[in-house]
């Protein structure tokens, strides 16, 4: 049997995760053995970190990707198939962080534009990127920058994940914890192939709980609308923890992302789903028992 049957081999895909699942339990209880009073915000804080490592050195098309469907990062095929099919010149990214998304959609775009709030952040993504020439990151509130970045009318796909998060070190934006709106009526009509995708959708299907404030989070119809009004022709949709918004004619480029998310991962990049799956259902149960 081959790789390629191995990864679609149920059965062979249920026993690994299985053994893979008992591994990653015994490496979190011996992990977290000594840390007294553990917090859910510290686990699910360092599971970020983790996933976020995972994404930036993983090579596209296996843990990164596998990460991407997860939800939390950038899909490099997503933005590669829109940027062949609408011919897309630039990426524009809201919420730096560590600078890891920027890396990604730097392998697609000749120019990426990264944004920033917070000074910390910032400048730990100017070193994290310094090797990368096409990648020019800004510091500020994303809706001043978009403003001048739409006047440039140019092909763009904007990656907003400018959400504020007290789960993360160093985030800014508690006073405004969730841009978007502004940030999309920023841009504006912009370019009539200009692609719009969100981050954690989850947060606009339902209210977030506190320390989050709901007031400052749009639902998801809102989004809807507000893509609507600026480009009526937009097919919108929602793949992967991912609000989307592209030109109609691009619906099957955003189609064949959604249809095959893990099939087509190689068998290594499945094993390792199933191990961090396993590893943060664990972690997320064991900490809300301390």
Not at 71 to 97: C, D, F, I, W
Not at 139 to 160: I, K
Not at 226 to 236: A, D, K, N, Q, V
Request: glycine letters at 8%; charged letters at 25%.
């Amino acid at each position: 049997m081959g790789l390629r049957e191995l990864a679609d081999n149920d059965e062979f895909a249920r026993r690994y995760r299985e053994r893979l699942d008992s591994i990653g339990v015994a490496a979190v209880r011996r992990g977290f053995h000594s840390i007294s009073g553990a917090r859910r915000s510290f686990c699910l804080n360092l599971v970020g970190v983790c996933s976020s490592y995972a994404i930036w050195t993983c090579p596209a098309g296996t843990l990164g990707s596998m990460l991407v469907a997860m939800g939390g990062a950038v899909s490099p095929h997503l933005a590669s198939g829109l940027k062949q099919e609408l011919g897309l010149v630039r990426a524009v990214e809201t919420g730096t962080y560590r600078g890891w998304s920027a890396r990604r959609l730097a392998r697609v775009f000749p120019r990426v534009v990264t944004i920033e709030l917070s000074p910390q952040l910032h400048q730990t993504a100017m070193k994290t990127l310094r090797d990368l020439p096409n990648v020019e990151c800004r510091l500020g509130r994303s809706v001043d920058h978009l403003s001048e970045l739409a006047h440039e009318r140019v092909p763009t796909l904007y990656w907003l994940d400018a959400h504020w998060s007290p789960l993360f070190e160093a985030s800014a934006g508690e006073a405004d914890q969730c841009p978007v709106l502004d940030e999309l009526k920023a841009i504006g009509p912009g370019d009539a192939a200009d692609c719009f995708l969100i981050d954690d959708a989850r947060v606009f299907c339902a209210s977030p709980r506190p320390p989050y404030d709901p007031e400052h989070w749009p639902t998801l119809a809102e989004i809807f609308d507000t893509i609507r009004e600026l480009h009526p022709g937009h097919y919108l949709t929602v793949v992967s923890d991912i609000v989307i918004g592209v030109p109609a004619g691009a619906k099957h480029v955003v189609d064949e992302f959604s249809r095959h998310p893990v099939r087509h991962w190689p068998l290594a990049a499945r094993l390792a789903r199933y191990l961090l799956l396993g590893v943060l259902r664990r972690v997320q149960r064991w900490a809300g028992e301390r």
